[in-house]
Each structure stands twice: as structure tokens, then as C-alpha cells.
């Protein structure tokens, strides 16, 4: 008889512990589920992206050093003096070449005057001949006389060499004029290419400083953007991300202490005063219910284990004390 009562007074028991979950608001296997499992999966996806992230941006910022370290090396002061000074040179060659050419110049209208003048000469000296010749012919179909015709025959050799004398000069300021004038054009063509060698050397230099700039805001931003990847990385890996939060019990429903042996058990041999077993009831009871209790009042969804054994604790509390109690009573 009094092994059912104690069967029953277990069940009654476990039936208050199942009814405080319940009220809480999630079943027993529900609660110790929320509160052994944790989120650690994603937060562990989550902190690997990060560091695979900042890994990434550790190994741009590197590359894009290495490329500002090269564009420097290739802009070094010395290399950037070396190009001022060839660009110094061949600006002097060209204004010296520049000045050549205006000089060589400056003669031809001069020059392009005698060879315009001798050709007037020329022209009238080969007229001349050309007439005399005419007249000879002319007098020698008319049947001129001997002295006439030995006249003109004279005036013509005359003539002609007046026309050669005039077709010398003639050639001769030509081939000074055209002479004057490959002058001017070969120091014009060494202007040009001064100025080539210049616009070279000027572009190249600008190319350098071009790419160095680029170099340095690629750098710039590689590094901005490992900072960034850095501080997620830290972010994703601090205690607040990476630990889950621990399911702190409510306010009072810490778990009972164990329930003392009351004097006078089994163990001393002596039997229990009924005050003591009340008491011992009444404070089981009123530690069930107060637990019970505040697990309704706090509203959380996931009741914590710790305190769901707390009101498991204080059940077995009352069945060992009713079992005790029946004990006695036999």
C-alpha cells in the first residue's frame, strides 16, 4: 500500500515539473534543446568569410605595394633626373637649330633675286643669240654679201658667249640658293627631331608620374579596403559574435539547494518529527510554485535547463519527503 502511494505521490510530481514548463511556454525536450544548442554554425561560416575576406584584401594590398614599389623605382628621383636632363639637351639642340634654320634663311629672298636676275640676263643673252642666228640664216637666202655675212657670223660667236657666260651665272645662283636652302631644310629637320626626342621624353615622364599616382591611390584604397575587411574580420571573431550568449535564468529561480536530510532519518536511526516533515513539505511546495512562477512572469521563449531542473528539484523534493513520510508512518 504504501509503495503505491509513493508511486503516486512521483507521479504528481513530475506532473507539476511538466506543468511549469509548460507554462513557460515550451516543453521540456524543447527547453533543454534551446538551451544546449547555439547558432555556432552560421557564426563559424560567418567568421571564416571574414577572415577568408581579409585574407583576399591582405594579399591586394601586398600586390598593389609591390606595383607602387615598382612605379617608384621606375620614378625614382635619379631616373626622372636623367629624362630632365636629355629633355635639357635636346631643347638646347633645338633652339640652337631653330636659330641655324632662321639664320640659313633669312638670305634666300636675296639669293632667289640674283637667280631670277641672272635668268633675266640669261634669257636676254640667248634671245640675242638666237636673233643673230636668224639674221645669218636670212642673209645667207638672200645672197648677202661675203662681208655681211662673216659680220654676223661674228656678232653670234659674240652673242654666244655672252648667253654661256650669263647661263654660268645663272647656274651658279642657282646651286647657291639651292644650297642656302637644303641648309634650312637640314636644320629644320634637326629642329624636328629635337623636338621629337623632347615630346618623348617629356610624355615618358609624364607616364612615370602617371603611373605612380595610380600606383599610390591603388595602394591607398588596397590598403582602406584591408582595414575594413580587417576590422570585420576582428568583429566577426570577438567574444560578443563568435560566444554564444549564455541563457541566464530569471531573477530567483536559481536551482534549489539539495535537500538536507532531515535529523533524525534513517541515517541516525531516529524517526522524523511530523513539524519537520510539514516543514519540509511546505517549503518543496512553495519553492515549486515560486519557480513555476516566475518562469511564466519572464516571457522567455527558451526557459533555461538550469531552471527547468530547479523545478524538477524541488518535485523530487516533495517525493522524497512523502516517501520518507509514508516510511515512517508504517
Not at 58 to 79: F, G, I, R, V
Not at 140 to 146: P, T
Not at 246 to 258: K, R
Amino acid at each position: 500500500m504504501n509503495d503505491i502511494l509513493a508511486r503516486r505521490a512521483r507521479r504528481a510530481t513530475v506532473g507539476i515539473a511538466l506543468s511549469a514548463a509548460l507554462v513557460a511556454g515550451i516543453a521540456p525536450v524543447t527547453a533543454i534543446a534551446a538551451e544546449t544548442s547555439s547558432p555556432t554554425g552560421a557564426v563559424a561560416l560567418q567568421t571564416e568569410d571574414a577572415a577568408t575576406a581579409k585574407e583576399k584584401a591582405y594579399a591586394a594590398m601586398q600586390e598593389a605595394l609591390k606595383n607602387l614599389e615598382a612605379a617608384k623605382d621606375a620614378a625614382s628621383p635619379e631616373k626622372l633626373a636623367e629624362i630632365d636632363n636629355d629633355i635639357a639637351a635636346f631643347q638646347e639642340l633645338y633652339d640652337m637649330v631653330v636659330a641655324e634654320a632662321a639664320k640659313r634663311r633669312e638670305p634666300l629672298p636675296a639669293m632667289q633675286a640674283n637667280v631670277d636676275a641672272a635668268q633675266a640676263k640669261y634669257d636676254e643673252a640667248h634671245n640675242r643669240t638666237s636673233g643673230l642666228q636668224a639674221e645669218l640664216n636670212k642673209a645667207i637666202d638672200d645672197g648677202a654679201s661675203s662681208e655681211t655675212i662673216k659680220q654676223l657670223r661674228s656678232e653670234i660667236m659674240s652673242a654666244e658667249r655672252r648667253e654661256k657666260s650669263c647661263e654660268d651665272d645663272l647656274h651658279s645662283y642657282q646651286h647657291r640658293l639651292e644650297s642656302q636652302e637644303r641648309q634650312v631644310q637640314h636644320f629644320e629637320s634637326e629642329a624636328e627631331e629635337a623636338k621629337a626626342h623632347i615630346d618623348e621624353d617629356i610624355a615618358k615622364r609624364n607616364a612615370l608620374l602617371g603611373d605612380l599616382e595610380k600606383a599610390q591611390a591603388a595602394y591607398d584604397d588596397a590598403c582602406k579596403a584591408y582595414e575594413e575587411a580587417k576590422a570585420a574580420a576582428d568583429k566577426a571573431t570577438s567574444p560578443e559574435v563568435t560566444k554564444p550568449a549564455e541563457t541566464v535564468p530569471p531573477s530567483g529561480s536559481t536551482q534549489p539547494a539539495e535537500t538536507a536530510q532531515p535529523a533524525g532519518s534513517s541515517a541516525t536511526g531516529k524517526d522524523t518529527s511530523p513539524s519537520s516533515t510539514k516543514q519540509a513539505n511546505s517549503s518543496s511546495g512553495k519553492q515549486a510554485d515560486t519557480t513555476a512562477g516566475k518562469l511564466a512572469n519572464t516571457g522567455d521563449a527558451a526557459p533555461s535547463a538550469i531552471a527547468l531542473a530547479a523545478i524538477a528539484a524541488a518535485g523530487l523534493g516533495i517525493t522524497a519527503t512523502a516517501t520518507r513520510r509514508l516510511k515512517n508512518s508504517k
